[in-house]
T-cell receptor, first 115, second 111 residues
Framework: NAGVTQTPKFQVLKTGQSMTLQCAQDMNHNSMYWYRQDPGMGLRLIYYSASEGTTDKGEVPNGYNVSRLNKREFSLRLESAAPSQTSVYFC??????????????FGPGTRLTVT | TQLLEQSPQFLSIQEGENLTVYCNSSSVFSSLQWYRQEPGEGPVLLVTVVTGGEVKKLKRLTFQFGDARKDSSLHITAAQPGDTGLYLCAGVDNYGQNFVFGPGTRLSVLP
């Protein structure tokens, strides 16, 4: 049971280049999320997907697009990378333990540098 | 915009000491979570508190949810070097579709 996996682990891009961050979970969770983590700012939600076929914007969606390919996979695309997108990106999935209790599992992260 | 604040931002203590870190918000959340994150890894969920005034214990860690469900605290008794890490609180809203994270408290426990 691998949990949440992310590829790649590290990436360096030049300004204007594009790339897709891949995420997959093997826990049969309906909900999946993409966050970015910057020093002193905690994690900020970029996009989430409550179920296969649906996606919604989070707090910081500008410059990103997502695709929920199937129940397992949720990808994040940067169409034209900018230095402000230098960050560590985390994918997560969650299951509802009850109506108010959710358990969120995170991947190991992708460290992206845009020069 | 819902915001969570955490204090202190940094904390360095000796092994065996006790400590408390705080998470505060002006918003009410349906539940609140605490995570620990180690360098190079993703956050790992420690606990979820749901009911105002709720207290949960996890070995040497005690978590409390404020009566108004806007604030929470994490108390560690007899800290150990293995407790070192970034402690994040997260407010859960909209039936798990929105997680709002605080900036974290970076704890260092020295042997």
């Amino acid at each position: 049971n691998a949990g949440v996996t992310q590829t790649p682990k590290f990436q360096v891009l030049k300004t204007g280049q594009s790339m897709t961050l891949q995420c997959a979970q093997d826990m049969n969770h309906n909900s999946m999320y993409w966050y970015r983590q910057d020093p002193g700012m905690g994690l900020r939600l970029i996009y989430y997907s409550a179920s296969e076929g649906t996606t919604d914007k989070g707090e910081v969606p500008n410059g990103y697009n997502v695709s929920r390919l199937n129940k397992r996979e949720f990808s994040l695309r940067l169409e034209s990378a900018a230095p402000s997108q230098t960050s560590v990106y985390f994918c997560a999935s969650s299951e509802a333990l009850s109506l108010l209790s959710y358990e969120q599992y995170f991947g190991p992260g992708t460290r992206l540098t845009v020069t | 915009t819902q915001l969570l604040e955490q204090s202190p931002q940094f904390l360095s203590i000796q092994e065996g000491e006790n400590l408390t870190v705080y998470c505060n918000s002006s918003s009410v959340f349906s539940s609140l979570q605490w995570y620990r994150q180690e360098p190079g890894e993703g956050p790992v969920l420690l606990v979820t508190v749901v009911t105002g005034g709720e207290v949960k214990k996890l070995k040497r860690l005690t978590f409390q949810f404020g009566d108004a469900r806007k604030d929470s605290s994490l108390h560690i008794t007899a800290a150990q070097p293995g407790d070192t890490g970034l402690y994040l609180c997260a407010g859960v809203d909209n039936y798990g579709q929105n997680f709002v994270f605080g900036p974290g408290t970076r704890l260092s426990v020295l042997p």
